[in-house]
């Protein structure tokens, strides 16, 4: 977790969030074990996927997909399970840069 | 003026609280309970208090929307015994674990079965690693004064705890004596308006309260409920030095009877401690150096202060109003040998009785007859049985 280096006598009392809407910032995508790899050509943007994603982890823009927030999707499979155009696939996420399926 | 009167305890907790005037009392009906929240009830409906009187449905609910109302900012109480603890167990941790200061007053009452309504410590012993603080009444003057003072402990800022007062459900809750009670602007005077930190209803500084925290943060929440442990001891001697000026009364961290020169001592918590002080006056007057320990502050437990008023006695005797069935005795004995394991000097000689479970009487002969076997020990130097169940029949 980001706060990580922090000790017991740095953070609030009894688990209190004292921030509001910081839930984005609590970045679940390292729970992650696959990672949805998204096909641009293929997809129509029928938004299925975003329908169906539990973690609003689908970014879209004006009527059409943009990709995946890999620092809150948890790697559920939904969308590529949902996806009409077999368009998204899983993929192991090794967490390691350059390679495919890397976090970012 | 104080008033001085004639009392039982639960007519002293219900004064107590109707003077403390509570946002916030949350309470289902138990034996030997009952009459706490049924006088304080009547407070309400009187309108003597400015309280929100919630009737639940269960202890367990009490003791949730206790928790609620604390979080929101409210000054929150309950009352309850026996099978009602037992019922607001997984509240218990909850509100240590989110550091609500919340207070309680528990007649001590045995835990079925078989169904038994009168005294004994099962209910809050089995309470005791919940992360509340535990304070220990011996009478109802005690048990007020306790609860009083109880109110600034757990809202006090270095500690911000929920703290539970008890004292002996019948023999006390029920049983009339002599108490003197405070004014209410001398006990409203004392125990201030508490003003939580970080609150629900602080609208302009939104909180969340009890989110999910898992392996990344849980063990750093725990171990701030320990760390506020630490400083309670501090608290309660502080607030017991300001509760003596008001009052006139001394409290500390546990009582000393005839303790200093004493060579066989009897630990003791609540009611029974006043019979043992009778057994220790008479064995004085024989020349036996008798002497007392009795528990006021159980959790946190005071073990540096307590180790040095024991160290250097020839013998020492336990007395558990409960048994932890662990089959190493009741639950203070062994607190007590963990305690004394490092007391310097000799070891002591340290026995346990388990008495009066399910309101079983205890006597003054059987508290002489633990002296003499203290006695015995030390002339013999020999432990026959460490953990004796006294007053069962055989
Ligand atoms: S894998 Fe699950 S969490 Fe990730 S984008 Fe797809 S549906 Fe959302
Ligand atoms: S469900 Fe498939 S096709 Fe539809 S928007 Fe998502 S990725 Fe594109």
């Keep these: 977790m980001s706060a990580a280096e922090k000790g017991w006598k740095d953070v609030p009392m009894g688990g209190l969030i004292l921030e509001a809407g910081n839930a984005k910032e609590y970045e679940t995508g390292d729970w992650r074990t696959h990672k949805p790899v998204w096909d641009e050509d293929k997809c129509s943007h029928c938004m299925i996927c975003w329908v169906f994603c539990p973690d609003s982890a689908i970014l879209v823009k004006d009527g059409k997909m943009q990709g995946i927030d890999y620092k809150h999707c948890k790697g559920c499979g939904i969308c590529a399970h949902e996806c009409p155009r077999k368009c998204i696939e899983m993929v192991l996420d090794t967490g390691k840069d350059g390679e495919a399926g890397a976090s970012e | ?394």
């Design chain 2, 1 to 394: 003026m104080s008033r001085r009167v004639a009392i039982t305890g639960n007519e002293a907790i219900a004064e107590a609280m109707r003077q403390i005037n509570p946002d916030v009392v949350a309470a289902y009906p138990i034996t030997p309970a009952t009459e706490i929240v049924q006088m304080f009830a009547n407070s309400v409906s009187d309108g003597k208090v400015d309280t929100e009187f919630v009737t639940v449905e269960s202890e367990h609910s009490a003791m949730s929307a206790a928790i609620g109302a604390s979080a929101a900012g409210a000054r929150a109480m309950t009352a309850t015994s026996s099978q009602g603890l037992a019922l607001m167990w997984e509240m218990l941790y909850i509100a240590a674990g989110l550091k609500l200061p919340i207070v309680a007053p528990i007649v001590n009452r045995a835990l079925s079965a078989p169904i038994n309504i009168h005294c004994d410590h099962s209910d809050t012993m089995g309470a005791r690693d919940s992360g509340w603080i535990q304070i220990y009444s011996e009478d109802a003057q005690e048990a007020y004064d306790n609860l009083i003072q109880a109110i600034r402990i757990a809202e006090h800022p270095d500690v911000l705890l929920p703290a539970m007062v008890t004292m002996d459900g019948f023999i006390v809750s029920h049983g009339m004596s002599n108490a003197e009670f405070l004014d209410d602007d001398v006990v409203r005077g004392f125990i201030k308006e508490y003003e939580p930190k970080h609150y629900l209803l602080d609208v302009e500084n939104p909180i969340t309260v009890g989110a999910l925290d898992f392996s990344d943060w849980y063990f750093e929440h725990r171990r701030q409920v320990a760390d506020a442990h630490t400083r309670v001891k501090d608290v309660v001697l502080q607030v017991a030095e300001e509760f003596k000026g008001i009052s006139g009364r001394e409290y500390k961290l546990f009582d000393g009877y005839k303790l200093d020169d004493a060579e066989y001592a009897i630990v003791i918590v609540n009611s029974a401690a006043g019979t043992a002080k009778t057994v220790v006056d008479e064995l004085r007057a024989k020349g036996l150096k008798a002497g007392l320990l009795k528990i006021r502050l159980f959790r946190p437990f005071p073990q540096e202060e307590i180790v040095e008023a024991l160290s250097g006695k020839k013998a020492i005797a336990v007395l558990d109003r409960a048994d932890t069935l662990s089959l190493m005795g009741g639950p203070l004995y062994i607190d007590l040998r963990a305690a004394m394991y490092d007391s310097p000097g000799p070891r002591v000689k340290m026995v346990n009785y388990i008495y009066g479970l399910g309101g079983r009487d205890i006597n003054m002969e059987q508290i002489a007859g633990v002296y003499n076997d203290l006695v015995e020990i030390v002339k013999t130097g020999e432990i026959k049985r460490s953990v004796t169940y006294l007053g069962v029949r055989e």
